[in-house]
């Protein structure tokens, strides 16, 4: 059975509700306003923005295809709501249906931030650093195959006329390299950087989604 990730979300006065079910290769996305569908759309894609009036959904997946999040964007200050969901910043997220992968995920990082911050660390860094590993193994493994020389055929030499020695300047420069220990940093650099970025990118989206209850608490309020 197809499995169907389900997001609500009641906002200045319209209930807004997106599904998200397997649809073969990629999956089927429906979004309703008050029960009336108004956007249908099937993408593969780990993101989707779906428009429809003033209102945007910027639709998040993971890289295996679960519901990560769905963050509904309004037009403001002359900036379209297409704008904003493009940008990825601000909007209020959807309430992910109670007991789905979404929901116990949004739950799981409010209780465990520091663990979290850790496995999205690692897990970045992962994706970052394991393709180079295998991009240079892959290299080194193809080098070291001893291809067989081929014969390749005799091809008629073209004469080519004889042109007039044009007196280019001489653009050469004075020899110049990087310190050794500027070197050395860079090269440290390469693999410091993609831990740096996916450590304060899982520090942003613990912030994020504190700020997401305090919006959705102050919604219930009001």
Do not use: C, N
Not at 104 to 111: A, F, L, S, T
Not at 145 to 155: A, H, M, Q, V
Request: aromatic share 8%; charged share 25%.
């Amino acid at each position: 059975m197809a499995k169907t990730q389900v997001w609500e979300l009641s906002r200045d006065g319209q209930r807004h509700e997106l599904t998200a079910g397997d649809a073969g290769l990629s999956r089927r996305l429906e979004w309703r306003i008050d029960d009336e569908l108004v956007v249908e759309k099937k993408s593969s894609d780990d993101r989707v923005r779906l428009s429809y009036g003033d209102h945007a959904l910027d639709v998040r997946f993971s890289t295996l295809g679960a519901g990560r999040r769905a963050t509904l964007h309004t037009a403001d200050d002359g900036e379209s709501a297409t704008a904003r969901a493009e940008l990825g910043v601000g909007g209020v997220d959807l309430v992910p249906a109670p007991g789905s992968p979404a929901a116990k995920r949004e739950q799981w990082i409010r209780d465990h931030p520091r663990l979290h911050t850790v496995r999205a660390t690692l897990g970045g860094t992962a994706g970052i650093v394991v393709p180079l590993v295998i991009a240079w193994l892959l290299a080194r493994f193809a080098f070291s195959i001893d291809l067989p020389d081929l014969p390749l055929p005799d091809l008629p030499s073209i004469p080519l006329p004889d042109l007039p020695d044009i007196p280019w300047p001489d653009w050469s420069l004075p020899g110049w390299s990087l310190p050794g220990w500027v070197r050395q940093v860079l090269d440290v650099m390469k693999f410091v950087f993609p831990v740096v970025l996916a450590f304060f990118l899982a520090r942003a989206e613990i912030r994020r989604r504190r700020k997401q209850d305090e919006l959705r608490q102050r919604d219930q309020q009001s």
